[in-house]
T-cell receptor
Framework: KNEVEQSPQNLTAQEGEFITINCSYS?????LHWLQQHPGGGIVSLFM???GKKKHGRLIATINIQEKHSSLHITASHPRDSAVYIC?????????FGAGTRLTVKP | GAGVSQSPSNKVTEKGKDVELRCDPI?????LYWYRQRLGQGLEFLIY????????KSGLPSDRFSAERTGESVSTLTIQRTQQEDSAVYLC??????????????FGAGSRLTVL
């Protein structure tokens, strides 16, 4: 079992829909990161969380430390949100990645 | 610099040759990370440098891999006697000091290595 599990693996949505991507982890972490990998391969760090909730534009990330679970929400999704979203957790001197969620938003 | 700079952006080499990949982190960022992403696969953590501390090399896939960092600046990832399974995009990221692992990461564009 991977230390970091993401769901769903693939997600197709219509423009404007509310999107939720989930991440569960099994280790004690110091932080959780949500990353966005564009079709061209570039990676952007969206959020770094150690507790609570963060919001940036149409993106919201939450984390529940007790339940070892995080969610990434996208409100009013747009085709430019199409990308792979990766959950990563850091602990000790290590980092583990989820397999990613491929999001396609259709116009 | 303004961002994390990696070179070369693309490298094609023959099996058995050594390659060196370079990462220039954001100025002032004391933490530097190397990752690997094989085609169609997820990210894989390789090694992490924090300031002048000795790096934890346990994530390196084999003893053919080594990484160095000069102070808090440039890092090089060296792969000796390359194998075809080393073909991947090698990504570098940096973050500022203070929280160690809990900082937001800034990624470079990656170095795509192809071993023939």
């Amino acid at each position: 079992k991977n230390e970091v599990e993401q769901s769903p693996q693939n997600l197709t949505a219509q423009e404007g829909e509310f999107i939720t991507i989930n991440c569960s982890y099994s280790v004690g972490i110091s932080a959780l990161h949500w990353l966005q990998q564009h079709p061209g391969g570039g990676i952007v760090s969206l959020f770094m969380l150690s507790s609570g909730k963060k919001k940036h534009g149409r993106l919201i990330a939450t984390i529940n430390i007790q339940e070892k679970h995080s969610s990434l929400h996208i409100t009013a999704s747009h085709p430019r949100d199409s990308a792979v979203y990766i959950c990563a957790v850091s602990y000790n001197n290590d980092m583990r990645f989820g397999a990613g969620t491929r999001l396609t938003v259709k116009p | 610099g303004a961002g994390v700079s990696q070179s070369p952006s693309n490298k094609v080499t023959e099996k058995g040759k050594d390659v060196e990949l370079r990462c220039d982190p954001i100025s002032g960022h004391t933490a530097l990370y190397w990752y690997r992403q094989r085609l169609g696969q997820g990210l894989e953590f390789l090694i992490y440098f924090q300031g002048n501390s000795a790096p934890d090399k346990s994530g390196l896939p084999s003893d053919r891999f080594s990484a160095e960092r000069t102070g808090e600046s440039v890092s090089t990832l060296t792969i000796q006697r390359t194998q075809q399974e080393d073909s991947a995009v090698y990504l570098c990221a940096s973050s500022s000091t203070g929280w160690g692992w809990a900082n937001v990461l800034t990624f470079g564009a990656g170095s795509r290595l192809t071993v023939l």
